[in-house]
């Protein structure tokens, strides 16, 4: 699941493994100008979860709640 939030792109993909869905996300500063987004956080995995609706679920809340931490 990938979505922009201020001036962030997310990227919410949950890791399917061994039957759990492990809760991740990368956050990228958008280039304004038009050039290549730049990661700036990776969260590494942030739980398991019994599915991907959760675990995408669960990195959104993160992410954001990071971006928040980030702003001004």
Known sequence: MQF????????ASPLDEGGRC?????IYRRDLTGGEAVEVKYSG?????PSDADAIEAAQRWAIQWCESQSG
Do not use: T, W
Request: hydrophobic letters at 30%; charged letters at 45%.
């Open 45 to 49: 995995d942030l739980g398991d979860y």
């Open 22 to 26: 492990y809760a991740r996300a990368k």
């Open 4 to 11: 922009d939030y201020k001036e962030f792109h997310i990227d």
